[in-house]
Every structure is written in structure tokens, then in C-alpha cells.
T-cell receptor, first 118, second 117 residues
């Protein structure tokens, strides 16, 4: 069965510190997608990244970077030089590829609340 | 980019009343819409998946007679919480996937906060 585990429920850092949010997933499929979303206090989900299972290249986007390790089923997210505006709940999610017109579902982890103190 | 709106953004109602939440895709045709529920400090849980013109598929444990979903057009899906009770108070989020867009792309609405007194 599909499962996404975010073991860190809450993390608190001081501004300018680097922080890594962990995500471990379980799936029987060989083709799948992994996502990270940010949910600020307003509630709206902000899409951060999508990675397919065949692309293990790490990605960097500004202060954000992602490390996909298929061997350990992990897709970790690092924020460099954190800022107060990074304070939010971050969700990792998994979508398995379905064929024959079946609908892909997103399975979310339990989220990590990141608090960046000034 | 693909935009999804929800209306209302928040609603307060009395126990026993029904509440309708709308989810609209503003600049694309949504072949599939998803409805999620999120309780405070918890994750998003998929409630149901609806394809335009057909009946919704509900996740295990979600009462289809209580949470009525209608996806009558390619730009609108509605979720009606019937005979709402305080335990139905939650943050309801929809997402949509559309024609010509990536098969795994879901675009999320801003959510609707429901409080049942």
C-alpha cells in the first residue's frame, strides 16, 4: 500500500539556519510522482515541486533544494538560510501512476510544521 | 497558470442545516476533481474523486449520502454537506485535473473553512 511518512511533526529554527524536512514513502509501483507542498497559515496549498520516479537528479530552486534517493525511498527537502516567511506546514505527497484511464490519487504525509524564529 | 477557486472561503452554519461548497476551474476544463478534508493540525484526507458527468467515487469511510458531490460541468464541482453537525467542522479543499494538463498535475483551490455550531 502507498504510504508517506514525515517523522518530524514540528521543527523550530532561527532565521538564517538551514533546515531539512524528511519524507519517506512506500509504494509497490515502479512509476510514481512525488510532491512537496507548502501550507501557510492562510490554508492555501502552494505547490513546490514534482518529481517523477525515473528522475533521481537533485534539484535546486533558489533557497530550496530536494534530494531524491530511490534506494532509501526518501525525498527530502532543504531550505537554506531560512526566513520567517518560510514558516508553514510542509507536506510531502505521493501519486502512483495509473493506466487505462484510472485516476491518480495523491497520498499526503502528515506534514511538518516549520517555525522560523527571527 | 491553472487556477481553481472555491466559494465560500468560510461558512458558519447551525447544526442540521446543509451547506454547499463550490469548486471552479477558472482557466481550464477540469475532467477530474478531488475533494479533501483537513482537520486542525492534521493532513489532507481524500474524500472523493469525481469525473465530469459521472458519479463520484468515495473513499472508504466517507458517507456518500452525507457528502453529496456533483460534477455537472467541466468547470464546476459542488460538495454539499447534508445535515451538518459540529464534527463536520473542518477545512475542505478541492483540486482539479484538466484536459491537456499533466496527468499527475492537481491544482488546488484555496479551501473552505466550515464551522458547524
Amino acid at each position: 500500500a502507498q504510504k508517506v511518512t514525515q517523522a518530524q511533526t514540528e521543527i523550530s529554527v532561527v532565521e538564517k539556519e538551514d533546515v531539512t524536512l524528511d519524507c519517506v514513502y512506500e509504494t509497490r509501483d515502479t512509476t510514481y510522482y512525488l510532491f512537496w507542498y507548502k501550507q501557510p497559515p492562510s490554508g492555501e496549498l502552494v505547490f513546490l515541486i514534482r518529481r517523477n520516479s525515473f528522475d533521481e537528479q537533485n534539484e535546486i530552486s533558489g533557497r530550496y533544494s530536494w534530494n531524491f534517493q530511490k534506494s532509501t525511498s526518501s525525498f527530502n527537502f532543504t531550505i537554506t538560510a531560512s526566513q520567517v516567511v518560510d514558516s508553514a506546514v510542509y507536506f510531502c505527497a505521493l501519486s502512483e501512476r495509473r493506466y487505462g484511464g484510472a485516476t491518480n490519487k495523491l497520498i499526503f504525509g502528515t506534514g511538518t510544521l516549520l517555525a522560523v524564529q527571527p | 497558470g491553472a487556477v481553481v477557486s472555491q466559494h465560500p472561503s468560510w461558512v458558519i452554519c447551525k447544526s442540521g442545516t446543509s451547506v454547499k461548497i463550490e469548486c471552479r476551474s477558472l482557466d481550464f476544463q477540469a475532467t477530474t476533481m478531488f475533494w479533501y478534508r483537513q482537520f486542525p493540525k492534521q493532513s489532507l484526507m481524500l474524500m472523493a474523486t469525481s469525473n465530469e458527468g459521472s458519479k463520484a467515487t468515495y473513499e472508504q469511510g466517507v458517507e456518500k449520502d452525507k457528502f453529496l458531490i456533483n460534477h455537472a460541468s467541466l468547470t464546476l464541482s459542488t460538495l454539499t454537506v447534508t445535515s451538518a453537525h459540529p464534527e463536520d467542522s473542518s477545512f475542505y479543499i478541492c483540486s482539479a485535473r484538466g484536459l491537456g494538463l499533466g496527468i499527475d498535475e492537481q491544482f488546488f483551490g484555496p479551501g473552505t473553512r466550515l464551522t458547524v455550531l
